[in-house]
DNA sequence: GATAATCGTGAGAGCGCTCCCATGAATTTG
DNA sequence: CAAATTCATGGGAGCGCTCTCACGATTATC
């Protein structure tokens, strides 16, 4: 089954059929009906490679996730991603192919994934800084979207939160919420994210009037262990509030204060970020900023094709808003009255 | 930079380029060390779409999630998942497609997966009961596994673990502990996984002269709130143990016993099904039976390659092995001396 | 040592599409 | 009303590869 037996069909030649399926607006209505009809009779579906090799463009996408976070996996996050991103390629009628890049094979699959043609784009995500594989997409000149602001390269397209903002805000809530020393438990300090919310943090004491102390943060690394063990090294100085960098760890801090004999919010005030599902299921629900993980896909995906279609088009930064989204754990219904 | 240039700059033809990418054993060694170093110093990567279109396949495996289940992609389950498949592609030098089946798309995409050539087969996960896409599967007469065993089409490839004898085994770990009243909290009854692990809690109660009591059980739909609602309505019938047919609803249900003044495993014992990395991190940790999702996952994607090199291969069932990790919430240290 | 099998290689067709150009009919223009 | 423009359509080349067949050279067979 191909155009040219869709063309014998409906008695036109193979071009017309091409065109009546690529919606070219040269064809008269009645053929144009005719030929659909067909196709839709015979459930035609025209063959992707021909198309591709013809036209030199795939409409598939690449998602690339690194190994390193492929740990991360865990957390619903790249789930919700995905989604966000399938959502997009439907409604562009794209596709998306998923690598997770596996050290030994990155070599070999950098090269399929650049060069074989396979895909019109990259969506990289969650990219450790000074990623190989950055520098080889531009040398490439493939177009690609990153995921996660890059502090390295300003003219790469990206999708991002503003992790700046929305750490100076939740980390302002505890303030407000008359917290003095509110501990920071950070995110792996080797990445922007991470970087970016401790700096948040710091702002936020700064505006505040509270005094920066070294003691009251520790470095994590966006795991449940990580978490755990940073609030364990916080304790012995008393923070009475911590701003986490992420649900996950804040859900193993949550364990250390409690098997200290803590209470939280009363003894220690805790907000998170993220606020993935299993936030408000906590007990005490956790106090988080969530992030639009979901339309971050979206955007990313939408940026990309963007970028595919129209090469002439400036790369840009996007970053999506955030939302603080207020329980019990930051301890905002004890002290309501104080910070009103 | 296609194999005209790499013939032309190692001095053969076309068509010995092209048999040594391919590993052609009708090629000298001189010959091929040649033409490799040339591939090498220009970086050259066959174009997949020619390449597709000439020999009809594209070594990409399509991997298809039914919509139904993608809300239950909060669970790490799917992530591990394709872990496991992405490692098997990289060895067998394929790539992965994934596609969200999404309702509205459902059609155009079955038809663009079926019959565009895109991809060489099939992986279908967690299919619901008498999904139309398995019709339309073999209808097409492409090459497909399953993951999760289909109990109405028996000449179907899949991959599964064997839940009736998981869920006997976790069943009779309680009983040998000496509970009396075990409850069930169940999967969707309108799959097969659902069923399974039913019949394997019933058959157990039966292997171990208790009654069953259609009280004790109680449908949950895998969600954490599933879990948590069913639990609430078994409490009232005082169970003293209860078997979950997975690691969320579990948690859920650890919740409803607590705040119902109950303490696990002392008022009631508790074992799951998947071990989720979570499991262990429970308050008490949680006895489940696990999965080996990640090798489910390899196995599936080795199977389908399989089936579509070699396309007079039979479609098998495998089923793999799990095994009960013992920890704290069945009260196994609490009644060992018993057990004995 | 003549015949047959094997080996390494090249030439050419063709996979199914897109895209450019040609063509003739219908329409507009001065 | 002749010339120019627009429109719907068809023809053909070509995208970069694989695969079959042909061909000369080497090796095996009796």
Known sequence: MNLETIARLSGVSRSTVSRVINNSPRVSEDTRRKVLDIIQQTNFQPNIAAR????GCTRILGLVIPTAVSNLFVDPYFPLLIQGITAACNARD????????DAEYERRMMRQILYSGLIDGVLLASMPENDPMLEALR???RPFVVQGRDPHHSDVAYVDVDNLES????????ARLRHRRIAHITGPLNTAVGKDRRRGYEQ???LS???YSPALVAEGDFSYEGGYQAMLRLLPHNPDAVFV????MARGAMRAVIENGLTIPEDIAMVGFDDMPFAAQMEPPLTTVRQPVLRMGSVAAETLIELIENPNAKPLGIRLPTELVIRASCGFSLR????A
């Open 204 to 206: 936020a004491l700064q």
């Open 209 to 211: 009037g509270l005094s």
């Open 94 to 101: 794209y596709s998306m192919m998923l690598w997770l890049a």
């Open 139 to 141: 040398e490439a000149r």
């Open 336 to 339: 309501a009255g104080a910070a």
């Open 245 to 248: 960098a992420s649900d996950t």
């Open 52 to 55: 591709s090799l013809a036209s």
């Open 167 to 174: 750490s100076r805000q939740a980390t302002l809530h505890l």
